[in-house]
């Protein structure tokens, strides 16, 4: 095993949210750095958000991560997700961002 990407239902209680009811699906990523640099996170999170447009069609996908960390801020947009809003918290700034089926690239 070399990392993992997970699909989860975001706290309601967390900032950032694009869903009324919130509960949006959001995609996560950890590799271990010696796998880092070789675009297996960007083909995993690829495959997945594909997986997910046929299976729940239409539904957007959220993802946060710290601003200061620039490899997932290069790979959250790799992936096509956009800024929806930026926001404090865990003493950092989070940037908060939403991916629909078909709004841009994921390869
Ligand atoms: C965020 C994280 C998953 C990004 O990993 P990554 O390997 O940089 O991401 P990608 O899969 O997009 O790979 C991109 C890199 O692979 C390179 N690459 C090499 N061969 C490639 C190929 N065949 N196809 C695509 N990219 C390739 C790209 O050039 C790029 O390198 P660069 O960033 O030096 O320019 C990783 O840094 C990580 O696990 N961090 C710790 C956990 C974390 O911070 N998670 C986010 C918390 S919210």
Redesign the pocket.
Known sequence: MI?MITLDRRDAKRPGHVRPDAAEAEL??????E???????????AAALDWFAGALPGEPVV????TA?D??M??AA?LGFTEVERFEEYGAEQWFGAWCPGSGPRR
């Open positions: 990392g996560g990523y950890m590799f271990l750095p796998a880092w640099g070789c675009g297996y996170a960007a083909e995993a999170c993802l946060c991560t710290q960390n490899r997932s290069r790979l790799k």
